[in-house]
């Protein structure tokens, strides 16, 4: 398959971004949501921001305050036994039950706008910032969904409570609509169908299964976008592919002639996350008709290969012209890049059912 990537790649780091808090350092500004708005294309990034420590013993961990609006720093010292370090992105707390953690980092949703989409310049303030118990440790990997003239944002919010996915909604992306929790925790990877199919709204969601089950995509159905049932399976993971760890969804879904394009993560039981494709039928999009059996996009750039978590590229929204579908993508759990393929090629490459 041909893949262009751009020349700009990566296109956002954080080293373009300038930290919101003081004393924090930006260390991710990836997994954005993707929209083109007044003849702009819009990258709705998810800013991750660490406190700084004076102390190499003591890792601060951002906690949102819902009385004050400000953030609170949580001491952790490397030296109590308590505390697991060993994932940079979590201190876990052995007393406490297997889930618990902290994050060691914050994050919200900055804009980044560009007239190319190539070149972008980012906003100084969040635009969508914690504000609720449900959202005390941020907000993360925001997706975008438009119907009409209304922007639907939907992203994943984290608490001690578990990850859920909430969503607001805009027309200008200067002011929004709070609409709360859609899908309640443990679930992520949330992508809403930009039209009503057979007369219902549909959505993807990837339930983070604790007992029975595994990480795979569902999909569900409402009236209204704000209450989701009719919950079914999908689709699963594969031994021994690429696709055998989790799976998710990346891109709010295409449609095309031959049905409903979803271009998804995969990653293998080792983490290296790669991107593929399935085909939706247009009219029982709970129907798949083709699936990739190779990776669409794998992590092969240096950029892709070495960051904050190496080997990973996370599709996060497309825009297609013609047969070019221009794929933005998280790279490392670092930065934003992009790359151009064909729609013809994608839609041939996977095998069909």
């Avoid at 991750?48 to 001491?75: F, R």
């Avoid at 992306?173 to 709204?201: Q, R, W």
């Avoid at 709010?252 to 394009?261: A, D, F, Q, R, S």
């Avoid at 085909?279 to 960051?307: C, M, T, W």
Wanted: include cysteine; hydrophobic fraction near 35%; glycine fraction near 8%.
């Amino acid at each position: 398959m041909n893949i262009y990537r751009y020349e700009e790649n990566p296109l956002i780091t954080p080293a373009d971004v300038m930290p919101y808090h003081e004393g924090f350092k930006v260390i991710g500004a990836f997994n954005a949501g993707v929209a083109q708005y007044n003849g702009e294309t819009l990258l709705l990034l998810r800013v991750a921001e660490q406190p700084i420590s004076d102390d190499p013993n003591i890792v601060l961990a951002p906690v949102y305050n819902t009385g004050t609006g400000k953030l609170d720093l949580v001491e952790l010292n490397r030296n109590d036994e308590r505390y697991d370090f060993s994932d940079p992105r979590v201190v876990r707390d052995r007393t406490q039950s297997a889930t618990f953690a902290y994050l060691t980092s914050i994050s919200y949703v900055r804009i980044a706008r560009s007239k190319d989409g190539h070149r972008f310049t980012i906003d100084d303030v969040p635009f969508i910032y914690p504000s609720n118990a449900q959202e005390i440790f941020g907000v993360e990997d925001p997706r975008v969904t438009q119907i009409g003239d209304v922007y639907y944002i939907y992203f994943s919010v984290v608490s001690p409570e578990g990850i859920g996915e909430s969503m607001v909604s805009t027309k200008d992306f200067a002011s929004y609509t709070h609409h709360g929790m859609i899908f309640c925790p443990d679930n992520k990877d949330v992508l809403i169908f930009p039209e009503k199919i057979s007369g219902k709204y549909y959505a993807l969601h990837r339930p983070t299964m604790k007992s029975v089950g595994m990480p795979e995509i569902w999909i569900a159905e409402s009236d209204n976008l704000l209450y989701w049932g009719n919950h079914k399976h999908l689709m699963g993971l594969r031994d021994g592919m690429w696709d055998s760890g989790r799976i998710g969804g990346g891109a709010v879904p295409i449609k095309t002639e031959k049905g409903w394009l979803q271009l998804y993560h995969g990653a293998t039981k080792e983490h290296r996350y790669c991107m593929g494709a399935v085909l939706l039928d247009l009219d029982n999009p709970a129907k798949v008709i083709a699936r990739s059996d190779k990776p669409v996009l794998e992590p092969d750039a240096p950029y892709e290969k070495k960051g904050f978590f190496g080997d990973v590229v996370f599709s996060c929204g497309a825009i297609v012209d013609g047969d070019i579908v221009k794929m933005y993508y998280g790279v490392a759990d670092t930065s934003m890049a992009c790359a151009e393929l064909s729609l013809k090629e994608i839609l041939n490459s996977m095998v069909y059912e």
